[in-house]
């Protein structure tokens, strides 16, 4: 399968509008007569339909030379379905806030732990340390044991556990990206009634916009259902420093079902109209039929 692409249509166009125009009746008999009239223009493009009901567009080989027509050809290959989902990008400011205090305590507490060992070895040496500072120091290491669980269990509950056991280094290494607005994470849901099962195998996620889908990994599940929405919903984290907290993004959640057998059209090879997604097939050396596409399947470069 061959195609022809984007940076023809412009000229076959103007071809078009020319092949329009010269079937028009001349408004004057002496231009219809002129001697200079190149009726043969007008076969440069013919635009005609199958008995189908397809399009077809011819181009002569000059006029193919003329506005450097280039053909692509399409090539066979594999596509591991997806199920969209939406969501924003998590302003951070919360979870900065909590990994901080989860780190203070974190020092508190290996603080308190050598103050009760030093009580400890002397109370036990009959050094002149008494029960209370003894008990005191203990009471402090669990004080702040409780409190340290206490907050990771808050992370965790609106986080996720994934977020809340990350190593020390780990978490700070987050936090240092999100600050750095190197890193974010977003909140993307799918639609009422959608499921997935197991977790997906990967994400890929972008703006609203136009702009590129760039690659992320799934952290964790949701933590609450979106009371909108009501459907399962997943944190993800994306390497990235175009998205910004609040920005409205699209997901593409990689499910585990079987890869799928098909062809990438190109971006550059798709033309849209009345709301429908078209791309022209080389049929004849000189001929293109023009055939319907979905673009329910973005892909890099093109739809699948």
């Not at 901080?100 to 002397?122: G, H, M, N, Y």
């Not at 986080?159 to 977003?186: E, F, M, R, Y």
């Not at 001929?287 to 673009?295: A, D, N, W, Y």
Request: net charge neutral; with cysteine; proline share 5%.
């Amino acid at each position: 399968m061959k195609l022809f692409t984007r940076h023809c249509y412009a000229a076959l166009t103007l071809l078009c509008v020319l092949l329009a125009g010269c079937s028009k009746p001349a408004d004057k008999p002496a231009e219809a007569g002129a001697k200079d009239a190149k009726p043969a223009e007008a076969k440069q493009v013919e635009i005609k339909r199958n008995e189908k009901g397809d399009v077809i567009l011819t181009v002569t080989d000059e006029a193919q030379k003329r506005i450097d027509l280039k053909v692509d050809e399409v090539k066979a290959t594999q596509h591991i379905p997806e199920m969209a989902a939406y969501g924003t990008v998590i302003d951070p400011s919360a979870l900065v806030t909590a990994q901080s205090e989860i780190s203070a305590t974190t020092v508190a507490l290996d603080t308190s732990k050598k103050a009760a060992a030093r009580a400890k070895s002397l109370f036990e040496q009959g050094e002149n340390v008494a029960r209370k500072t003894l008990e005191t120091a203990e009471a402090d290491v669990r004080a702040n044991e409780i409190k340290l669980k206490a907050q990771q269990q808050q992370v965790a509950l609106e986080w996720g556990q994934s977020i809340a056991n990350l190593s020390a280094d780990d978490s700070q290494s987050l936090i240092n990206g999100l600050i750095a607005n190197k890193t974010v994470l977003a909140r993307v849901d799918l639609p009422t009634g959608e499921t997935i099962s197991g977790e997906p195998g990967g994400v890929r996620i972008k703006t609203l916009s136009d702009g590129p889908w760039q690659p992320a990994k799934i952290v964790s599940r949701a933590t609450k259902v979106d009371p909108k929405t009501q459907g399962e919903s997943f944190i993800v984290q994306c390497e990235s420093t175009e998205l910004r907290p609040g920005a409205a993004v699209s997901a593409l959640l990689q499910t585990k079902s079987a890869p799928q057998q098909g062809n990438t059209i190109p971006d550059t090879a798709t033309v849209q109209f009345i709301g429908k997604a078209w791309a022209y097939v080389q049929s004849g050396t000189n001929s293109f039929t023009r055939q319907e596409i979905s673009l329910q399947t973005p892909v890099d470069g093109g739809w699948f």
